[in-house]
């Protein structure tokens, strides 16, 4: 008998996100056809963010409960597929979607550190605190590691680590939801903030982590098809084929391969130009290599001759008989951004 009932309701599941995810396509065409018919960009802001809004809360208030494990573990019967789902989605949040696109893009290759370590993360407590937090009946780590170790101490030191990792995490969360919000309707970062918080409050309170996995399992959907529209997009328009995995190690890597020994090469056109461009950061770096060693004799001296002489040039090109206003700016924002210390001076410079 349970085992029907749980048949019944993993092919309910299927259907319901079957519908939405129709739901959510036939949407998006819409707002696509109301932004060709000239519908202001901020008026469909409002419309993607507060349909969103009312779909979670919806779909939150459906799964409204009164049951301890229902509130806290869902029930302990999310099927397989769909906790994955709900995962995936957290993983792929707003610290995810935003914040590593953007910290990569800064940091390159360094950035990728941050990748192993969150999806690290997510493995060692799948694999060593999931299944035993189960099977110990508990529904917090903190709770699960004073019933196994016993005392309050690790149950304290479960709370820290714990809170720790929460607050650095929700930090870049309530982040990236006040850019999303600020930027869909143009209210202000810290209004933006508080209308995004209010949402995933009514979409969250009534059904604990009930409503969380359903709604995320719900924005899975959206996360997966924002992530694989624009890879399936730029695959075919560069290699015809739909499937950026493949078209990826089938051709545009050789194509890459072929364009980095072009670019160092110094004998092609390319690799004579990228050439340059690596002389004049490598001047750069000579630049303030010298500006270090002159501080380390001169310290505060050399300071401020140099910004006499900023200062001294802004006067010259402000008195030329034609004063260039792009050269004139940048050099009052070299005497404003100068270091006022030694010690800003060799923390900007080393950073250079």
Same mark, same amino acid.
């Given at each position: 008998?349970?085992?029907?009932? *749980? ?17 959510? &396509? ?22 993607? /963010?507060?349909?969103?809004?009312? /779909?979670? =809360?919806?779909?939150?208030? @459906? ?26 989605? %957290?993983? @792929?949040? =707003? ?22 370590? $969150? ?18 009946? *508990? ?31 929700? &930090?870049? *969360? ?39 996995? $359903? ?17 399936? $997009? ?48 490598? %001047?750069?770096?000579?630049?303030? %290599?010298?500006?270090?060693?002159? /501080? ?52 900007? $410079?080393?950073?250079?």
């Amino acid at each position: 008998m349970a085992t029907s009932s *749980q048949s019944q309701f993993y092919a309910n599941l299927k259907k319901y996100y079957t519908f939405y995810t129709g739901g959510f &396509i036939t949407f998006v065409i819409i707002v696509g056809i109301l932004e060709q018919l000239g519908v202001p960009t901020k008026v469909l802001g409002y419309i993607f /963010l507060f349909a969103t809004i009312l /779909l979670y =809360a919806g779909i939150g208030f @459906m799964s409204k409960t009164a049951e301890v494990a229902e509130y806290y573990v869902a029930g302990r019967r999310v099927p397989a597929l769909f906790n994955g789902m709900a995962t995936g989605a %957290d993983w @792929m949040s =707003a610290a995810s979607f935003i914040g590593m696109a953007g910290t990569l893009y800064h940091m390159g290759f360094d950035g990728l550190a941050f990748v192993m370590g $969150w999806t690290g993360g997510y493995c060692l407590v799948a694999l060593f605190l999931a299944p035993y937090l189960r099977k110990f009946g *508990q529904f917090t780590i903190p709770d699960f590691l004073g019933a196994r170790y016993g005392g309050n101490i690790p149950r304290f030191v479960g709370i820290i680590v714990a809170i720790t990792c929460s607050f650095t995490y929700v &930090i870049a *969360q309530i982040y990236g939801v006040g850019i999303i919000t600020s930027r869909f309707t143009g209210l202000e970062f810290g209004i933006g903030v508080f209308v995004g918080l209010a949402g995933i409050l009514v979409c969250s309170f009534l059904g604990g982590m009930k409503a969380v996995t $359903w709604t995320q399992v719900a924005q899975y959907i959206i996360l997966i098809v924002a992530y694989m529209i624009p890879v399936v $997009w730029l695959s075919v328009k560069h290699t015809g084929i739909p499937i950026p995995q493949i078209s990826a190690y089938t051709s545009a890597l050789p194509k890459v391969t072929a364009m980095e020994k072009e670019f160092n090469d110094k004998a092609t056109p390319k690799g004579a130009k990228e050439d340059s461009v690596r002389q004049i950061f490598r %001047d750069k770096a000579a630049a303030a %290599d010298a500006q270090l060693k002159a /501080l380390e004799t001169g310290g505060a001296n050399y300071l401020a001759e140099e910004k006499a002489k900023l200062t001294a040039k802004v006067a010259e090109l402000k008195g030329a008989a034609a004063p260039n206003v792009k050269a004139v700016e940048a050099a009052e924002k070299a005497v404003k951004d100068f270091p006022a210390d030694p010690a800003a001076a060799k923390k900007a $410079w080393t950073a250079a």
